[in-house]
């Protein structure tokens, strides 16, 4: 069965579990990252001490969108991930996409809804 290790209050953890219960793929999920640490057999999966990462079988792999095309094209080949390289590349893009819009609200976000109203700092 897939295994994904990442906390889910990761966006990036949350669009790979998200994905697999879209495709119906059954999977267990381990907290990891943040307050839960990464153990030192995480590491050795991925040592950018980064979230998630998947073991699929045989399988290890981080970095999310690498994560979405290789569950895309393994198990949902056609519903999801379209042969023709056109109609891929509109997926693709919009996948890529989603990183430089992560970094253009990071500061936003992370000043605006993780932190306390005297914790802020809204200079960055
Ligand atoms: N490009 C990477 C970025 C991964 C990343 O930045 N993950 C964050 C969570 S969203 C992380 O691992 N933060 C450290 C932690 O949670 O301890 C990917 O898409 O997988």
Known sequence: MLTIW????SHNV????????EIGLP????????EHGMS???LAMNPNRL???IEDGDV??????????YLAHRYAPEEIYPADPAQRAQGDKWMDWQFSFADAQRDAF???VRRQ??????QV
Do not use: C
């Open 40 to 42: 030192d057999a995480y």
């Open 60 to 69: 290890v792999l981080w970095e999310s969108n690498a994560i979405l095309r």
């Open 27 to 34: 999977f267990v999920r381990h907290d990891v990252g943040m």
């Open 6 to 9: 990442g906390r889910l209050n």
């Open 51 to 53: 979230i998630p990462t």
């Open 110 to 112: 992370i000043q605006l």
């Open 14 to 21: 949350k669009k790979v579990a998200w994905f697999a219960q």
């Open 117 to 122: 109203s005297g914790q802020r700092n809204l």
